[in-house]
């Protein structure tokens, strides 16, 4: 049964850090991408970051770039967000999400984890 697990969300002050963790079972992950899509309120959805786990290949979003660092820990099966300099407009529900058609199909995949809450605000 393929999972995907978040942790590492929270409250932070602006120009804060938080570090986001996706823990994956059931994945073959060499042929996935893994990586992450936000949701605000009255927002579209958005794909922050991706990770092409074949190639290493990697895709910020314009909105994050420079400030956001996603990871692959192999061993583990876990991609990580080390999200810093953080805005109150990163105020979102954050998902992981893998799917096999890489990172540009993200946002369309069919695996999802339950979101974590990050909130930036002082």
């Known amino acids: 049964q393929k999972q995907l697990v978040e942790s590492g969300g929270g409250l932070v002050q602006p120009g804060g850090s938080l570090r986001l963790s996706c823990a994956a079972s059931?994945?073959?992950?060499?042929?996935?991408?893994m990586g992450w899509v936000r949701q605000a309120p009255g927002k579209e959805r958005e794909v922050v970051s991706c990770?092409?786990?074949?190639?290493?290949?990697?895709y910020y979003a314009d909105s994050v770039k420079g400030r956001f660092t996603i990871s692959l820990d192999n061993a583990e099966n876990t991609v990580h967000l080390q999200m810093n300099s953080l805005k109150s407009e990163d105020t979102a529900v954050y998902y992981c999400?893998?799917?096999?058609?890489?990172?540009?199909?993200?946002?369309?995949?069919?695996?999802w984890g339950q979101g974590t809450q990050v909130t930036v605000s002082s």
């Open positions: 999400a893998a799917d096999p058609r890489g990172c540009l199909e993200l946002d369309l995949s069919d695996h």
């Open positions: 990770i092409d786990v074949s190639d290493g290949s990697t």
């Open positions: 059931g994945f073959i992950l060499d042929y996935y991408a």
